[in-house]
């Protein structure tokens, strides 16, 4: 690789910024209120950015391309880091790398549902279903007091049941993440606790059933309600 990380990032930041929409970064602010830079770029124009990054990264080793994402990450740009995680998580033989420290370096500063969703679906859950992170790091994530990296721990369940995100069921896991923050009343702390149940219905409903009945009130309403119309629904709501 001839360009350095921080160059790199340089350009993704510039290719952003070129694609920015006003309109769609006022309303952020109450979509995902967050202290990060927010540019207004929606999903396909990032990826506009994206691609042509993976493809001219493709055959650097994975330390090379592990600190070009690091340094698109410490650009503090809400939309830089949504690429970044996707730029690792399309590299199966980066995310087979990736311990509890450096996932931890990646999601440093993540304050908001939107940047914590990529960073769980994209790396933390993958790199915890393929047993790169310890149960007891998860676990860490689910006792700490910030609010995003408890909801870092749920929504890392989603790539162990989904299988779209390469899942093929671990109830296990997905409720012990469950039990630690079922009492748990931060709204975004409950929406994701209703996502991971959800996530886990098509696989084991049976075990989704039993948590609810066990736990009973302790389960927020949001949840209970969203989750027994998944049971008998199939959806949502």
Not at 65 to 86: K, N, S
Request: some cysteine.
């Amino acid at each position: 690789m001839s360009t350095a990380p921080r160059s790199w990032a340089r350009g993704v930041r510039s290719e952003l910024q070129a694609r920015s929409n006003p309109e769609r970064r006022s309303r952020a602010a109450s979509y995902f209120p967050t202290e990060l830079e927010v540019y207004g770029v929606a999903a396909p124009k990032m990826r506009e950015v994206l691609r042509p990054l993976a493809r001219a990264l493709k055959k650097d080793e994975p330390a090379v391309v592990l600190a070009v994402a690091l340094a698109i990450v410490d650009t503090r740009v809400h939309e830089a880091r949504q690429i970044a995680y996707e730029l690792l998580g399309g590299r199966s033989d980066i995310v087979v790398t990736l311990d509890r420290t450096t996932l931890e370096e990646l999601g440093e500063g993540n304050d908001n549902w939107a940047s914590v969703d990529g960073f769980a679906v994209c790396l933390a859950g993958p790199a915890w279903r393929d047993g790169k992170v310890r149960d007891a790091d998860v676990r860490r994530w689910a006792r700490s007091r910030d609010r995003w990296w408890r909801r870092t721990a749920l929504v890392s369940t989603v790539p162990l049941n989904v299988k779209a995100r390469g899942g093929t069921g671990d109830a296990r896991r997905t409720l012990s993440i469950c039990e630690m923050l079922v009492a748990d009343r931060d709204p975004m702390v409950v929406k994701a606790l209703s996502w991971a149940l959800r996530a886990l219905v098509p696989v084991d409903a049976r075990a989704v059933e039993t948590f609810l009945g066990r736990h009973g009130e302790h389960v927020a309403p949001l949840v209970r309600r969203e989750v027994g119309a998944k049971l008998r629904t199939g959806k949502k709501r």
